[in-house]
């Protein structure tokens, strides 16, 4: 992943939280693994369900490009029969121009499936892309490539809004702070509608990682650092941008003590409450899930991760939540198992709103040589009462710890 430096940045800790083992884990299945090489490798990304296919994207993988280990590709599996195809990979086209490393979940408009890529593209090699894919034809098209003045390093996927692609890229801009861009699918032009680090001290937010959600037709996402929370970088914020009047409104800058710091996931909106994640910050610097009231801006710590001893309740988490029935759903990168390694192979886990009372669905590695999978870096989907998701790691696939999985897990 191009962006480590991101999962360095913490300023302290602080929080609120309780924390309930579980009756038992759930029994995990393992729907795929994958092979690498010309089949996928590490996929960090959320599925999508379209009429019963899961659609997804992985950074390694699907062609003898980039050094030999493969630049990403998109794929599909039957959830069902295990079957799955890689329907493109990238790096295609020379120097890559065609894009390289999607980490990001995909979207599907009409057929059509559209994502972004980390790096390549024609407007500079380490730019990146935004694209659209045919799933029944493998046919992959660029809509814009990215050239540093609008901005570069799409880590987040794309949301659709009345004919428009929004979406943010973590660098690049007129401050080199990220930016904000819609494309019209009728001309696929693109515009920048708003440069963070605007002002001083970036107090309006840095490095956007995480894909935007739609509520009332205003747009609301996360940055990484910025904010006015204090530090050298700061500890990131939730912001709202009105695409009608261009106007970027910071409603929370996470703070130094207390709070939860660097949020990359995306939100979820319940009821008028944003809810989310922060990889680092809370009690025990390991993470958080906050909630933010839209209505009059105040967040709060909902949970603080590694309130256990090894961090068996989970440990940063990295991505957003789901919410089923009134109980969110997600992952933790780290934590669980404590003897997979130091930090653990991360977990699924439950939330109650009402309680805050937190348990531990799965915890990933429990199997030998990883084989159930590990290192889960994105979110769930809710399919049918079964929640898939993919870890980076793991899987029978290939020699070693294995190359990913996508799995199922069932919920209550």
């Not at 910025?226 to 261009?246: E, K, L, R």
């Not at 949020?263 to 922060?278: A, E, H, I, K, M």
Request: with cysteine; aromatic share 8%; glycine share 18%.
């Amino acid at each position: 992943m191009k962006i480590t430096w991101i999962r360095l940045l913490a300023c302290a800790a602080g929080g609120v939280l309780t924390w309930q083992a579980p009756a038992a884990a759930r029994t995990e299945k393992v729907v795929y693994s994958f092979a690498g090489g010309t089949d996928g490798a590490g996929p960090a990304a959320s599925l999508i369900d379209v009429n019963g296919t899961l659609y997804g994207t992985t950074g390694n993988g699907g062609g003898t490009g980039c050094s030999g280990g493969g630049c990403g590709s998109v794929f599909a599996l039957d959830p069902k029969t295990g079957a799955e195809r890689v329907i493109y990979s990238f790096c295609s086209q020379q120097d890559c121009t065609d894009g390289e490393l999607p980490e990001a979940s995909l979207i599907n408009v009409e057929g059509t499936l559209y994502g972004t890529t980390l790096d390549g593209g024609s407007g500079c090699s380490w730019c990146g892309t935004v694209f659209a894919v045919d799933p029944q034809t493998g046919t992959e098209r660029v809509l814009h490539s990215f050239g540093v003045t609008d901005g570069s390093a799409p880590y987040a996927g794309l949301i659709h809004v009345n004919d428009k692609l929004y979406g943010t890229t973590a660098e690049g801009g007129t401050s080199s702070a990220g930016t904000l861009f819609a494309i019209d699918l009728k001309t696929a032009k693109l515009n920048v509608l708003y440069d963070f680090c605007r002002e001083e001290n970036c107090t309006d937010g840095a490095a956007p990682l995480a894909n935007l959600i739609n509520v009332d037709g205003v747009l609301y996402g996360t940055t990484s650092g910025g904010g006015a929370g204090g530090g050298a970088c700061g500890c990131g914020t939730v912001f709202a941008f009105d695409p009608q009047t261009g106007a970027e409104k910071v409603i929370h800058s996470f703070a130094i003590t207390g709070d939860g710091e660097v949020p990359r996931s995306d939100l979820t909106d319940v009821n008028g409450t944003l809810y989310g994640t922060t990889i680092v910050g809370g009690t025990y610097g390991r993470g958080t899930v906050f909630s933010l009231d839209l209505a009059t801006g105040a967040e709060s710590v909902v949970y603080s991760f590694c309130a256990q001893q090894n961090c068996t309740d989970g440990a940063q988490p990295e991505t957003g939540l789901v919410n089923v029935d009134g109980t969110l759903y997600s992952t933790t990168s780290a934590g669980g198992n404590p003897g997979c390694n130091d930090s653990g192979c991360g977990t699924v886990f439950s939330l109650n709103t009402t309680t805050g009372v937190e348990s531990v669905l799965y915890p990933f590695c429990s199997q030998r040589l990883c084989r159930d999978g590990a290192l889960p870096l994105g979110g769930l989907i809710d399919v049918q009462g079964k929640l898939y998701g993919t870890t980076d790691w793991g899987g029978a696939g290939c020699d070693g710890y294995g190359c990913g999985t996508v799995f199922a897990i069932r919920h209550p």
